[in-house]
């Protein structure tokens, strides 16, 4: 939550900046988004791949559990797909890169306003950062009408450390382990869903 | 082009990390480097966002739109993850 606020801090100050046009035009500069973003990718592989519990629990875990993040995968691209269809402005692809953010907001806004422009990159930032805020408020609720995989769902990629407390505090540490699996497997879908969606459907 | 470099990147960074597993300080510092990546990545993003005047003044319907995706992916989730847990995950022992 803390860690949302100071992302949400920069992103307005560079907004405010932007609006009233204090910032150099270099700042704009399209290859210096593009450098930071390999940079960041390169970076979170590094923190991925280096996460010994991660591996160890992967190691785990048995074939029953790669439903959990399918089911996430699943329902946040049909549940987004439906709502494009209301929504009278934006498509289905658009709106099923956004759902594939699973609650990673930083990453998937950055990479998708780089693939499709920085208005979705926008509707990708709040969308994601409001699943982590709803999954933080809603848990105790989900959990109770929707059974125990309901907060690890909601969650998304953030079930493997930002929700990950409210997550085990309401469903059991049982429940802590598979949280961690599926959050692992989605920070990693992201980027990979992302492009799919944008570039085959 | 630049988006398959950086799910490379990604790939690459994954099989560097497991290298890198068993130093503390370089996996902290890893994580420092992350985060300041996001912030400085937010707030061009920010910029880019603050000089379009066309995403400025349809600020209200990018924040509705973005609500309703929030709305559709946890429903669709929440809803398949009921029917997940009831059919493989819920034990039988109140049958």
């Given at each position: 939550?803390?860690?949302?606020?100071?992302?949400l801090?920069?992103?307005?100050?560079?907004?405010?900046?932007?609006?009233?046009?204090?910032?150099?035009?270099?700042?704009?500069?399209?290859?210096?988004?593009?450098?930071?973003l390999?940079?960041?990718m390169?970076?979170?592989?590094?923190s991925?791949?280096?996460?010994?519990?991660?591996?160890?629990?992967?190691?785990?875990?048995?074939?029953k559990?790669v439903?959990?993040?399918?089911?996430?995968?699943?329902?946040?691209?049909?549940?987004?797909?439906?709502?494009?269809?209301?929504?009278?402005?934006?498509s289905?692809?658009?709106a099923?890169?956004?759902?594939?953010?699973?609650?990673?907001?930083?990453?998937?806004?950055?990479?998708?306003?780089?693939?499709?422009?920085?208005?979705?990159?926008?509707?990708?930032?709040?969308?994601?950062?409001?699943?982590?805020?709803?999954?933080?408020?809603?848990?105790?609720?989900?959990?109770?009408?929707?059974?125990?995989?309901?907060?690890?769902?909601?969650?998304?990629?953030?079930?493997?450390?930002?929700?990950?407390?409210?997550?085990?505090?309401?469903?059991?540490?049982d429940?802590?382990?598979?949280?961690?699996?599926?959050?692992?497997?989605?920070?990693?879908?992201?980027?990979?869903?992302?492009?799919?969606?944008?570039?085959?459907? | 082009?630049?988006?398959?470099?950086?799910i490379?990147?990604?790939?690459?960074?994954?099989?560097?990390?497991?290298?890198?597993?068993?130093?503390?300080?370089?996996?902290?510092?890893?994580?420092?480097?992350?985060?300041?990546?996001?912030?400085?990545?937010?707030?061009?993003?920010?910029?880019?966002?603050?000089?379009?005047?066309?995403?400025?003044?349809?600020f209200s319907r990018?924040?509705?739109?973005?609500f309703?995706?929030?709305?559709?992916?946890?429903?669709?989730?929440?809803?398949?993850?009921?029917?997940?847990?009831?059919?493989?995950?819920?034990?039988?022992?109140?049958a």
């Amino acid at each position: 939550m803390k860690g949302s606020l100071i992302i949400l801090a920069f992103f307005a100050v560079g907004l405010v900046g932007g609006i009233y046009d204090v910032f150099p035009t270099w700042l704009l500069n399209e290859e210096l988004t593009t450098y930071a973003l390999f940079a960041l990718m390169f970076l979170v592989g590094i923190s991925i791949g280096s996460d010994k519990t991660a591996f160890s629990i992967l190691r785990k875990m048995n074939l029953k559990v790669v439903l959990v993040p399918l089911t996430v995968v699943v329902g946040s691209l049909a549940g987004t797909a439906l709502i494009s269809f209301i929504l009278s402005d934006i498509s289905v692809k658009e709106a099923m890169a956004v759902g594939a953010g699973f609650g990673y907001y930083s990453l998937s806004s950055i990479f998708i306003s780089k693939l499709s422009g920085p208005e979705l990159g926008v509707v990708a930032l709040l969308s994601n950062i409001f699943r982590e805020i709803l999954t933080l408020l809603a848990v105790p609720f989900l959990v109770r009408y929707f059974g125990k995989l309901a907060g690890i769902a909601t969650g998304g990629a953030t079930a493997m450390d930002t929700t990950l407390p409210i997550i085990v505090k309401f469903t059991g540490k049982d429940y802590g382990i598979i949280a961690i699996f599926s959050g692992i497997i989605l920070t990693i879908l992201v980027p990979i869903l992302v492009k799919v969606i944008f570039e085959f459907l | 082009m630049a988006s398959y470099i950086v799910i490379a990147l990604f790939s690459v960074g994954i099989g560097v990390g497991w290298l890198f597993r068993n130093k503390e300080k370089t996996r902290k510092n890893v994580d420092v480097a992350v985060t300041w990546a996001v912030y400085l990545l937010l707030f061009l993003l920010g910029i880019s966002v603050g000089v379009n005047e066309e995403i400025i003044n349809n600020f209200s319907r990018i924040g509705y739109k973005a609500f309703w995706l929030t709305f559709g992916a946890v429903a669709g989730s929440v809803l398949l993850a009921k029917l997940v847990y009831e059919l493989f995950f819920k034990t039988k022992d109140k049958a």
